[in-house]
């Protein structure tokens, strides 16, 4: 059928996972996308997802499905679920969505700056305006945050994702040098204008009603939207939240370790 940008859930996270690693050199383990996604306030994640024409039903109705210990209580039917079926590398189980995911993305706030920590497109589905589909997806998290600016990082060799931001406004605002532990290479930080201001404003509002044509025409959404209107809604986010919220790891392309960036946002 099509694409669609939806709120990250606990259970995406094995497919997210499974694709930061076809995307990225150094992916960051699940635990530490449970651990973002405990708080909404401060760090917001989204997921396209590919909506198939002849998906099967995601759970059969006779089973009971427990995530706690990944086991159904009628087990005569376990050999119908072993395809949707699996676990993530700390061996919490679950039931795989039929409908996949295909790229992801997220944002932290930090006062009244948005960082997009990570984003990435499965490698077979690039070239469909999935990251810029994504990108709005995270602007338009950023504005309801209350963010003033969005910034990132991303590698100098880099180019296409370059190309992209400064489309929505960012600009070289400064160089990391040997950011990237894989292979030493700088980074970029990029700054958008002020998102609150009307300039930017309007200009995105044309940028996003373009890209919305754009992958309709194409046949590329799963269902019409609206760039009049917020691809998520605050309330679809979960309200839990941690008492100690994580710190900001503002990265972007192939990015350094979960926990490098911590060091780093810890030092700074």
Wanted: charged share 25%.
């Amino acid at each position: 059928m099509g694409f669609a940008i939806e709120v990250m859930k606990a259970e995406d996270i094995p497919e997210v996972v499974e694709v930061e690693r076809a995307c990225f050199t150094m992916p960051w383990p699940a635990s530490a996308y449970k651990r973002e996604l405990k708080n909404p306030k401060s760090t917001r994640y989204l997921v396209a997802r590919h909506y198939l024409d002849n998906s099967p039903p995601l759970f059969k109705p006779e089973i009971e499905f427990h995530t706690n210990n990944g086991r159904e209580k009628k087990h005569g039917l376990w050999h119908s679920l072993l395809p949707f079926f699996f676990k993530d590398e700390e061996g919490t189980e679950y039931i795989r969505n039929p409908n996949p995911v295909i790229g992801y993305g997220g944002v932290w706030l930090m006062m009244d700056e948005a960082h997009i920590t990570t984003l990435g497109v499965s490698p077979e589905y690039r070239g469909k305006a999935i990251g810029e589909f994504l990108l709005v997806g995270l602007i338009d998290v950023a504005m309801q945050l209350g963010a003033s600016w969005l910034t990132l990082e991303v590698r100098v060799s880099n180019t296409v994702a370059q190309n992209l931001y400064r489309k929505y406004t960012f600009k070289e605002a400064g160089v990391r040098r040997k950011y990237y532990t894989d292979n030493n290479e700088d980074a970029y930080i990029m700054w958008s204008e002020e998102i609150t201001k009307p300039a930017f404003q309007e200009k995105y509002a044309i940028l996003k009603k373009e890209l919305f044509e754009r992958l309709e025409t194409e046949g590329h959404l799963a269902a019409k939207v609206d760039s009049n209107v917020p691809l998520v809604k605050p309330e679809d986010f979960p309200s839990n939240e941690e008492t100690d919220p994580p710190p900001a790891p503002p990265i972007i392309a192939t990015q350094p370790t979960y926990e490098e960036v911590q060091k780093r946002e810890q030092t700074t």
